[in-house]
Each structure stands twice: as structure tokens, then as C-alpha cells.
């Protein structure tokens, strides 16, 4: 069964109506990315931090997998599907998929701020107060600006197995997560999902220039409706 991994972004979960946090002034929902996402905004005003994170979990409450998380999820019946996202929520689970690495840590998770190893389901509001078992104050299990990505080089062992790599709803502009299409084998197949997909790293019949949802009905019928 040939390895198919997914690297997947914010544009795959967009279609299920969770924001994207970054606007055109590059501010996060009316706040500068360092005074929310970023140790230095945390200890600064840690409570900012936590009500912009549980605003976060509660609208993904309200939302669910779309049509292309389930695609995903569908072609384990064909493949050996690894998915490395970059995302914080837990729609590819809720879809089905059953191996989901998380490169920027887990929205429903939290950890202790002296950033102990454990880390702990976390699904209601986290606020001051809220403390581990050994009485440290927790924190989002968020990887923030800033912040060494841990799982990165378990990402790059999963990329360096593909006999197919699918970039889906990422620009491929954030690093280090950008940098994984460089440990892909040789003769790897690459495929793009992204409305303004290039083709810098892959050829033109490969890249499909929709959103997710289209690009996966697209890719089914390649890999499977044949």
C-alpha cells in the first residue's frame, strides 16, 4: 500500500468556517499576532491570551469536517495516509483520519507554562487559575511565534516515507513547515491543492488551482474512481 502524506493549512479548514485568525493588516482578530501568539504577549497579559484562545475554541465547537477532511479520511482505504497539519483543530480526526500529526500543537489541549512534557485534553474555557496536577498555571497547547516547533523532526521522518505528498490549503510560506517538500524522496509524486498554487515544486497536472473540497473530488476520481 503505497504512504500518502498530507500536508494540509489553514485553507482546508477555511471551508468549514473557521477563520483564518490573520487579516490584511496582518492583525488576529483585532490584535497584533505577538500580543496573543507569543510568549512575551502571554506573560504579558496572559489573560488577552487565553480569552483570544478559548473565542478560538468555541467557534470550533460550532463547526465541522467538510467534504475534503472526509475525502481525506475515505483514502485510507487505499493508502497509508499520514497528515501533517498545520492546523490547531481537530476537524481531520473528527473526519476519520486516524494518524494527524500536529505541527503548531491542539487547540482542545493544554500544557503546563514551564512546558513540563504533559499535556492534557482541554476542551471548556482555560483561564488563570486553571493549573496542572502539580499546581502549574496551564496554557494552550499552541506553538506560538517564537517557539521551537517539537514535532517537526517526527514530520520530517513521516515526509521522508511518502510515495505521494499532498500540499493542501497551506502557501507553503510558513517555515519551518514550508521546508518538509525538501525531505521528500526523489522520485516521490507531489500534488497541490491551493486556489494561487505555483509551480515551483511541482508540474502543472499535478496542481490544481481550486479550493479543497474541488481539489479532493478531483484527486478521488485520480486515485481512486479510475
Not at 482541554?122 to 493549573?131: A, H, I, Q, T, V
Request: net charge negative.
Amino acid at each position: 500500500m503505497k504512504k500518502l502524506v498530507v500536508l494540509s493549512g489553514a485553507g482546508i479548514s477555511a471551508e468549514s468556517g473557521i477563520k483564518t485568525f490573520r487579516d490584511s493588516d496582518g492583525l488576529w482578530e483585532n490584535h497584533r499576532v505577538e500580543d496573543v501568539a507569543s510568549p512575551e504577549g502571554f506573560e504579558k497579559n496572559p489573560q488577552l491570551v487565553l480569552d483570544f484562545y478559548n473565542a478560538r475554541r468555541k467557534q470550533l465547537k460550532e463547526v465541522q469536517p467538510n467534504e475534503a477532511h472526509k475525502i481525506l479520511a475515505e483514502l485510507e482505504n487505499n493508502f497509508d495516509v499520514e497528515i501533517i497539519t498545520q492546523n490547531v483543530d481537530d476537524l481531520h480526526e473528527r473526519a476519520g483520519s486516524t494518524k494527524v500529526l500536529h505541527l503548531h500543537g491542539e487547540l482542545m489541549k493544554a500544557r503546563p507554562v514551564n512546558f513540563d512534557s504533559k499535556v492534557i485534553p482541554w476542551e471548556n474555557d482555560l483561564n488563570l487559575g486553571d493549573l496542572d496536577e502539580n499546581g502549574n498555571q496551564l496554557r494552550p497547547h499552541i506553538v506560538w511565534f517564537g517557539e521551537m516547533v517539537p514535532e517537526m523532526d517526527n514530520a520530517v521522518e513521516i515526509a521522508s516515507k511518502a510515495n505521494i505528498f499532498l500540499v493542501i490549503g497551506t502557501s507553503m510560506q510558513v517555515y519551518p513547515a514550508a521546508g518538509l517538500i525538501s525531505y521528500v524522496p526523489e522520485n516521490c509524486e507531489v500534488f497541490v491543492i491551493d486556489p494561487n498554487a505555483s509551480y515551483s515544486y511541482t508540474s502543472r497536472e499535478n496542481t490544481y488551482k481550486m479550493t479543497a473540497t474541488e481539489g479532493m473530488r478531483k484527486l478521488r476520481e485520480r486515485f481512486v474512481d479510475q
